[in-house]
């Protein structure tokens, strides 16, 4: 009997379709060793809900199992998985855990769409066809980018977005946790960071205008921050999914909620506000010693909560009039030796740079860090372009694509007025399917650097969850593709097909992707908003 093949987003390296099924059955077990319960658990998790059954977990099983395990000679890669599902069994290995993790997303997508129910379905068969799989990631660095400076995203969304990522085995989530509208993250040294400036006044809304007179406001006060305990929750429970949270603290701009907070730390005696309008502020952090002890102190309890390698600065969007205007910051370019404001920059950054080195962590920043010169150690993640992305591989250092076109989820998915109101043009999920992480310019040497890619989520026109989900999904799904499959094998016209059925599993998970009845009414935001529900 022809089949169609199965329906797996991101699609693997290579699957072999067998002849049989396998079907989980009362006496199914799930076998593995001690030291992958935690993971034996996860996949009871995922299948117990839905199947209703007992998948006792157990070291030995003799038939009807899932067996995972550990190989650390199995020549799959750091992040890669063998599976095999025969009719009386499913083994899955790999040669570290985050293999496995990968693998059970797959097993997880080998099964009825109703196993993402979370309550028990009725008369189905839970079936998956016998097949074998190898697979492994294309790139190491596969990311979502979440902005909660614009707007605060709770926590509880914060996690089923991990859950989302984990089905697409997408590994990196950069949490952009502070900005000129607001500070997300408790610092214990400095409470007035959260007290003061994780709360402001009014919010633009659309229409998108850099003209003052235009603006309009929402006229109601936003705000919220996690604690560091919620932080570690988020933390341990995307590590426990293969995913590394890389916090970002902006430095030496995007900064006015901290300034606002401590206005010793700017570079005027004018206080300032946490901003209620999108764009780029003036205010930024001083170049003076009180300064970097602040900002030490932060990163010091940002390293406690963070065990990721990679923190990112930030460094994008630094208007430098206040230093040229600011007597300290000159006296500070003259003794250091600086020809001008860039260099100032690149000196801060390189301070950080060097900080960090020194607690065996890397920087990472947006591609402004290359102006005034690069700092050593640093990673690139190259955004107005890919041009920032090639300089910096070209020199030897590593970096991430995170082009505005096609990686800016903040951008419309089309050209419809029915949109919700976005920045900057549009991308489609085809423009996002069709990206190449690696630039022509750079040779294969040069493209070892590339880590790989991820989607920029800017929330300054997506006030809540939903409004965020319209712009991630399925757009996220396509990017999850690009990072993970073998370039030759992706297809458009394959992965719509698959999006199909793929869709019908966003659905059941609640997700209010775009497509899903969900572009008719207008909102304050000006523009369609998603609704509640399908339509
Ligand atoms: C950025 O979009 N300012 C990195």
């Not at 430095?251 to 300032?272: K, T």
């Not at 690139?380 to 990686?407: C, F, L, N, Y």
Request: proline content about 8%; hydrophobic content about 40%.
């Amino acid at each position: 009997m022809a089949t169609e093949p199965p329906a797996l987003v991101p699609l693997p390296a290579k699957l072999t379709p067998r002849d049989g099924t396998f079907a989980l059955t009362p006496l199914t077990r799930i076998q593995s060793s001690p030291a992958l319960h935690g993971l034996a658990e996860l996949l009871r998790s995922y299948l117990r809900p839905a199947t209703g059954l007992p998948l006792s977990v157990v070291e030995q099983a003799p038939h009807s199992r899932i067996a995972l395990a550990i190989d650390p000679r199995l020549a799959v890669g750091d992040e890669g998985y063998r599976l095999t599902v025969a009719p009386d069994e499913i083994v899955l290995r790999a040669a570290r855990d985050v293999g496995v993790i990968h693998g059970l997303q797959t097993i997880r997508q080998l099964l009825p769409t109703a196993v993402f129910r979370r309550a028990f379905v009725g008369d189905i068969a839970w079936t998956i066809p016998c097949l074998d799989i190898e697979d492994r990631p294309r790139f190491p660095w596969r990311g979502s980018h979440l902005d909660v400076g614009r707007h605060f995203m709770p926590k509880e969304f914060v996690l089923k977005h991990l859950d989302l990522l984990a089905l697409h085995k997408l590994n990196v989530f950069h949490w952009h946790l502070t900005e000129d509208q607001g500070w997300r993250i408790e610092i214990k040294r400095y409470p007035k960071l959260t007290e003061v400036g994780a709360w402001r006044k009014d919010s633009m809304i659309a229409p998108r205008t850099r003209d003052p007179q235009q603006r309009k406001f929402s006229g109601k006060p936003h705000g919220g921050f996690y604690t560091q305990d919620d932080v570690r929750e988020v933390v341990r429970y995307a590590m426990d999914r293969g995913i590394t949270v890389v916090p970002e603290i902006e430095l030496p701009g995007h900064a006015r909620a901290a300034i606002a907070a401590y206005p010793e730390l700017g570079n005027s005696d004018v206080p300032l506000e946490v901003a209620t309008w999108w764009g780029v502020f003036d205010g930024i952090f001083g170049v003076h010693d009180r300064v970097f002890e602040f900002l030490e102190g932060v990163l010091e309890e940002v390293l406690d909560l963070f065990p990721s390698t990679y923190i990112h600065i930030g460094g994008d969007e630094v208007p430098k009039q206040e230093w040229r205007d600011n007597p300290r910051a000159q006296e500070r370019m003259k003794t250091l030796g600086l020809a001008n404001e860039d260099e100032l920059q690149s000196w801060f950054i390189r301070h950080f740079d060097d900080w960090l080195s020194k607690r065996g962590r890397r920087l990472v920043g947006w591609d402004e860090i290359l102006e005034g010169g690069l700092a050593p150690g640093a990673t690139v993640m190259s955004w107005r372009g890919e041009e920032g992305g090639i300089a910096a591989a070209k020199a030897g250092h590593d970096v991430v694509m995170a082009p505005q076109k096609p990686t800016y989820l903040d951008h419309s998915p089309s050209e419809l007025p029915t949109e919700p109101p976005g920045i900057g043009g549009h991308n489609s999920l085809e423009d996002v399917y069709q990206y190449e992480p690696i630039p022509r310019a750079l040779s294969s040497e040069e493209s070892k650097h590339v880590l790989g890619s991820q989607a920029q989520i800017w929330t300054e026109y997506m006030p809540d969850p939903k409004r965020v989900e319209y712009m991630a999904w399925p757009r996220l799904a396509a990017l999850s593709e690009v990072v993970w499959s073998p370039k030759d094998a992706r297809s458009w016209d394959d992965f719509a097909r698959r999006l199909r059925t793929h869709l019908e599993r966003l659905e059941v998970l609640d997700v209010n992707f775009r497509g899903r009845g969900n572009t008719a009414p207008l909102s304050d935001q000006g523009g369609a908003a998603p609704a509640q529900s399908p339509e």
